[in-house]
T-cell receptor
Framework: DAGVTQSPTHLIKTRGQQVTLRCSPK?????VSWYQQALGQGPQFIFQ???????QRGNFPDRFSGHQFPNYSSELNVNALLLGDSALYLC??????????????FGSGTRLTVV | KQEVTQIPAALSVPEGENLVLNCSFT??????LQWFRQDPGKGLTSLLL?????REQTSGRLNASLDKSSGRSTLYIAASQPGDSATYLC???????????FGKGTRLSVIA
């Protein structure tokens, strides 16, 4: 049973560029959440997608946007990259009706470095 | 707004010791609490999920307890091993798919 898959694993971008990160949820899960984790900090919630719509959003600017596809996979897009966007980006999947019982499953993350 | 604090921030112990990691949260109206392990630069691996109706959950050498009314959870690791070295994060879950809130974690080093 495949877990959460994220791609790419590492990425280096230049300030001002745009980046797209991808996530495939665990088999059977229908909800995808994205988190940003700066070095030495806990993960911070960016947004959550369910039924191809953004359901909840954390305190992140509009430069951060996302998408969920009919197969439940998801993308995170960041425009006009800043040095401060350098972080580990984590994708977590869950079952909309089962998060309480089964919790969240996280991927291995994408390390984004902005230079 | 839920806030999570984990104490200690870092811990170094010799191999074989039993140890306790602490997690406190400000909003006790939670439905569950999940403990995760994170190796440097890697993703989060779920260790234990405790429902609010439970007081303890065990997996191998790990035992997690939950005192919802006092806003506290502890993770007990028995007979620690160098392979246990990692950062441990706790995250209370409010309801349904409410986003998880994390503290900064406890960085554990087990010395052989």
């Amino acid at each position: 049973d495949a877990g959460v898959t994220q791609s790419p694993t590492h990425l280096i971008k230049t300030r001002g560029q745009q980046v797209t990160l991808r996530c495939s949820p665990k088999s059977g899960h229908d909800t995808v959440s994205w988190y940003q984790q700066a070095l030495g900090q806990g993960p911070q919630f960016i947004f959550q997608y369910y039924e191809e719509e953004e359901r909840q959003r954390g305190n992140f600017p509009d430069r951060f946007s996302g998408h969920q596809f009919p197969n439940y996979s998801s993308e995170l897009n960041v425009n006009a990259l800043l040095l401060g966007d350098s972080a580990l980006y984590l994708c977590a999947s869950s079952l909309n009706t089962g998060a309480l019982k089964n919790g969240y499953t996280f991927g291995s993350g994408t390390r984004l470095t902005v230079v | 707004k839920q806030e999570v604090t984990q104490i200690p921030a870092a811990l170094s112990v010799p191999e074989g010791e039993n140890l306790v990691l602490n997690c406190s949260f400000t909003d006790s109206a939670i439905y569950n609490l999940q403990w995760f392990r994170q190796d440097p630069g890697k993703g989060l691996t779920s260790l234990l999920l405790i429902q609010s109706s439970q007081r303890e959950q065990t997996s191998g050498r790990l035992n997690a307890s939950l005192d919802k009314s006092s806003g506290r959870s502890t993770l007990y690791i028995a007979a620690s091993q160098p392979g246990d070295s990692a950062t441990y994060l706790c995250a209370p879950g409010d309801a349904g798919n409410t986003p998880l809130v994390f503290g900064k974690g406890t960085r554990l080093s087990v010395i052989a």
